[in-house]
């Protein structure tokens, strides 16, 4: 397993930094949206875990049953503060690696090229904001000040929603159909006697007695089960397209200019 594969295990242990020190535990961890690689930390300290830092973890590495990072206790808890619910934003995001000194680049979407040096960079250095503002365009703020706000990214997220099984059982019903069945009944018939008979009439004795026998037959229904493939039956896929409205708050800066207007 590779160092960004093995990060996806890393939430809920604890983050270390270089200098040694415990930063704080890990609540979440944050992947870039083009190359879908583990690239930030959320992490919680201060008491009942009340504070959230993000914390880059290009260079960490499993240490035991925590986490090691590039950065030192100090730089995370001087960071500059950051939304950590959601997606985080980009502007955001080029904030902290200049804060943490991450070469980063923004083709595509904004992502690490490298690990933080291991001072702090940028307008946060120490803890300390150098001017009111920073500009996102540069570690230093000139004469110009950059205008930014947040935009929404929406990605979809695959889920088992359920499951679906065939099961085969055994029901019990009657049926009832007519059958033609034939019997055989005994009928009496009496012919006179006449030349053509004649000579059978007076075959035996004059006076005697007899009896004469006809065994009758009939048919009876007869009933045969045998078991008949009837249908194959199969679960099958198909992928539907629903739309869904999403709500969410964005941020934007607006510059106030000297006569009150406004950008």
């Known amino acids: 397993m590779n160092v960004m594969s093995e990060a996806y295990t890393w939430q809920n242990r604890e983050l270390l930094g270089s200098d040694g020190e415990k930063i704080g535990t890990i609540k ?15 992490v919680s300290s201060g008491l009942f875990g ?6 880059p973890l290009a ?18 808890k001087n960071a500059p503060g950051v939304d950590g619910e959601g997606a985080l934003a ?22 690490a090229q490298g690990a933080p040096t291991p001072e702090p960079q940028g307008a946060y250095a120490g ?7 920073h500009d996102t365009s540069g570690p230093t703020t000139d004469d110009a000040m950059t205008r930014s706000e947040e935009e929404l990214r929406v990605g979809t ?8 099984r065939l099961r085969k059982y055994i029901v019990t019903e009657e049926v009832q159909t007519t059958v033609p069945v034939q019997r055989e009944e005994v009928r009496v018939e ?13 075959t035996g004795p004059e006076i005697s007695e007899e009896e004469h026998e006809v065994v009758l037959h009939e048919e009876e229904p ?13 679960l099958s896929k198909e992928t539907v397209t629903d739309e869904r409205e999403i709500s969410e708050e964005i941020r934007k800066e607006q510059i106030e200019g000297p006569e009150g207007s406004t950008r």
């Open 28 to 42: 979440e961890i944050y992947e870039d949206i083009e190359s879908g690689k583990p690239e930030w930390a959320l």
């Open 50 to 55: 009340t504070r959230s830092h993000f914390v």
């Open 59 to 76: 260079g960490a590495e499993a240490s035991g049953e925590g986490v090691s990072v590039n950065v030192t206790k100090d730089q995370v």
């Open 90 to 111: 980009e502007a955001d995001e080029q904030q902290l690696f200049e804060y943490y000194g991450v070469p980063y680049t923004e083709r595509g979407s904004t992502t």
């Open 127 to 133: 803890g300390e904001q150098e001017g009111a503002g």
């Open 157 to 164: 997220a695959q889920r088992e929603r359920g499951r679906a």
């Open 190 to 202: 009496r012919e006179p006697i006449d030349e053509t008979n004649v000579d059978s009439a007076l």
């Open 222 to 234: 007869v009933v045969e089960k045998r078991t008949v493939p009837k249908e194959r039956v199969r």
